[in-house]
Each structure stands twice: as C-alpha cells, then as structure tokens.
C-alpha cells in the first residue's frame, strides 16, 4: 500500500498553492470512463493541495454525458476571469505508458515527491498559474483516498442524486465487451461462463430479494440466451445491452442505471469501475482477471475478497456471493 500525504501534513503548505490552476489534456478519443479518470486528475489534484482546476468537457465518443456530467459544479472549478491567469506553465511525467506518453505515477511515492517539487516551484510565483497536466495524467491512488468533501463533490459533478428505494434491492453487473474479446484482449477478458455461473448462484441464493440487470455494450449475446429466459419471465433479470460500439443514449443510460442500484459488481473496465467511485468514494466490487493463476482464466475479486474462481468449477462462486450477502446487501 502506497502512503499517500494527509491534508494536516500539509496543511501551511497547501496554502502556499492556492495560486494554482490545474488543466487535464485528456485522450479526446478516449471512451468517457477513460475521459474521466484524465479530467478527475486535475479535480483531485486541486483539492489535494487546495487550489482550482479549470473544467473541461467531454469529445467525440464521450460528448453525449455532457448532459449529466459538469466539472463546473465542482467546489474546485476555477470560475474567474481567464484574464486572472498571469503564466501558463506545463509538466512533463518520467514515466512511460504503453502508447509512448509521459505523464507521473501518483500511486507512487517516490514519483509523487517529483511531482511535489515541481508545483512547489511554480506555487512560488507571484499571481495564478494555469498548470497543464502530462497527456493522459491519471489520478492514480488520490481517486482511492477521498475524503467526505471530495465524496460530496464528485456526486455534485457527476448529477448523483438521492437513491431510488425499492422493494428489492437492485444488483448491476456490468460486462465489458465490445473493444474487449479474448483474440484481442485475453488479459481483461472475463469468459462468459463465469458470469453465467454468478447469475445462476445468485438467482439460487437470493431471487426473492434482489433484481439484476446485465449491461453491456458491443455485444448483445446477453439478450437471447435461453437458460436464462425462466429468470427473465419472473422479474429477476434484466438485460441492456447494444451491439453497437459507439456513445449512445444506451451507454448513457446504463451508467445511470448503475449509479443508481444498491450494489454494482464491476468489470474490468473504467466505465463501470468510474459508476462504482462516484456512488460511494470507493470500488465495492469489481472483478480482475488474475493472468498469474494457473489456469489462466481464474479471477478474484478487487478489494473485496482474494478468492480465486476457477470457472470450471460452477461451485466456486459461493465466498463472492456469501460476501455479497452478508456485508453489502444485508440481506
């Protein structure tokens, strides 16, 4: 576990760094989870140290969430004059990424110091500086260490309102597929059996007190699998799902629909790990391919439990579910 820096700590020096002004450069051609984890950087980053960031909209594959999602109504978002900005100033990380980008680790101690030094020496400068972010900047572990404002604002910017309260409680489990098939990306592709098995023991478990809904995009298979049809007829199971790899008013919707459910089981995708942060500040479920298992298709859970499913065995789902029972449902 990384050691991330307290805002006591830092207190005399956080208000030396009140003339700074944050911008992300995200990945315009990104998908909007991956827009979001670049903008959220400069959001993070401005309230780690007690300054601003100057808001930006989402592009081309993520456009349409401008209708939910405003940085502006964020607590952080720079809201006075561009003439009030005296330099422009840019940082460049040491670190590569996978696509030839540099940008800083700031899940890393070592690589958060160099970032430190650099800011303190803009943050010495008389009058604000707008300071531009590496390509791409990720917010690494300050998205996982939210205190209850920044939880309270990224709710506010993200359009989370007061949860929905029904009968039965509401479970999303989002596959990833579409960009993700196991020719192309066998690392973050999670088989279909798995899921299939999940679906099944949960239905045994728990049908009379909660509805699933499986959302996905780039893939409607969901949509006519037959051992499935019994639990679609009585209400427990749902399916949204579009063969279409493109933003639209699907993907919108889903990721609506998963702010607004009493627990979401994330897959390997920053779309629905993104859902995840904005409803409670942290990650309650999400699912990771483990690659280093043998076999290789065996999976455990992030941040909730460590046991390994082999999916060959239908059995190997009952610590996720009983985990699911008794410490997120209650039920």
Request: contains cysteine.
């Amino acid at each position: 576990m990384y050691r991330t820096y307290s805002y006591d700590m830092n207190k005399k020096l956080l208000r030396q760094r009140n003339n700074l002004v944050f911008l992300a450069e995200p990945d315009r051609y990104g998908r909007f989870g991956h827009q979001s984890f670049s903008l959220l950087s400069a959001w993070a980053l401005a309230h780690r140290y007690n300054c601003e960031f100057l808001p930006t909209k989402y592009s081309y594959f993520a456009y349409r969430h401008n209708d939910h999602v405003d940085f502006s109504r964020s607590i952080k978002a720079f809201g006075q004059s561009s003439n009030d900005i005296e330099r422009y100033e840019e940082l460049k990380g040491k670190n590569h990424d996978e696509n030839g980008n540099t940008k800083y680790n700031l899940s890393d101690i070592s690589d958060i110091s160099k970032f430190e030094t650099e800011i303190e020496k803009i943050s010495r400068k008389q009058g604000k500086s707008l300071v531009k972010l590496p390509f791409d900047q990720t917010p690494g572990s300050l998205i996982w260490r939210m205190n209850n404002a920044m939880k309270d604002d990224i709710r506010n910017i993200f359009g989370v309102h007061e949860k929905t309260r029904y009968k039965q409680k509401k479970v999303c489990l989002h596959i990833r597929r579409g960009d993700v098939q196991e020719v192309n990306h066998p690392n973050w592709y999670i088989d279909d059996r798995y899921y299939k098995n999940l679906v099944r023991d949960l239905y045994k478990e728990c049908s009379d007190q909660i509805e699933i809904t499986i959302l996905t995009q780039g893939d409607n298979i969901w949509e006519s699998r037959d051992e499935f049809k019994g639990m679609r007829r009585n209400g427990f199971l749902k399916v949204s799902s579009t063969s279409s790899q493109w933003t639209n008013d699907f993907e919108v919707r889903d990721f609506r629909t998963m702010l607004d459910c009493d627990l979401l089981i994330a897959g390997q995708s920053s779309f629905s790990m993104l859902a995840d942060i904005v409803r409670n500040g942290e990650i309650e479920l999400s699912l990771i391919k483990n690659v280093h298992s043998r076999p290789p298709h065996d999976i455990y859970t992030r941040n909730i439990i460590k046991a390994e499913v082999d999916l060959n065995n239908d059995g190997q789902s009952e610590k996720t579910i009983k985990y699911i029972k008794d410490n997120i449902l209650k039920i």
